[in-house]
């Protein structure tokens, strides 16, 4: 899926959060990093043995960051909504004619679905979730 996407979806699955504790507005970038966090690979691919969807597209990757995180922060709150970021990547990437193997290197199994990255279907995904988003965090101030 597109980074607008991955980010987009991410704040929708938090924003039922938000409803209980609308402090959690202020953790935004929780969710923009978190979101993107799994694409990091793309950034590092000129290092040996580090591949776009295999290295940080994981559950290993995805149970280390959330662990590192928690030592680091210790905050039950964080570490959620850091937890809907990355799961909420790794989910987007599995509806992908390419896919994720999650349980990478132990396995290539694969799961993938019919989208394409970028395409029509990733793009209205990604808009339907910002509107749901603002609807969510919206009403919670009955601005709607």
């Known amino acids: 899926m ?5 980010i987009a979806f991410a704040l929708f699955l938090s924003s039922y959060l938000f409803r209980s504790d609308p402090k959690l507005l202020l953790f935004i970038p929780v969710i923009f990093v978190s979101a993107m966090l799994p694409d990091l690979d793309l ?12 290295t940080f597209h994981n559950i290993w990757f995805m149970i280390a960051a959330i662990a590192l995180l928690w030592i680091l922060v210790h905050d039950p709150l964080v570490t959620r909504l850091f937890s809907i970021g990355i799961i909420s990547h790794f989910l987007m990437d599995s509806l992908t004619k390419k896919g994720v193997m999650w ?9 993938s679905g019919p989208l394409r990255t970028g395409g029509l279907i990733d793009s209205l995904i ?7 988003s603002i609807y969510l965090v919206g009403s919670y101030f009955a601005v709607f």
């Open 126 to 132: 990604g808009a339907a979730s910002l509107l749901a």
């Open 43 to 54: 950034a590092l691919r000129s290092i040996p043995f580090i591949e776009h969807r295999k």
């Open 103 to 111: 349980l990478y290197p132990l396995s290539n199994w694969r799961i």
């Open 2 to 6: 597109s980074k607008k996407t991955h």
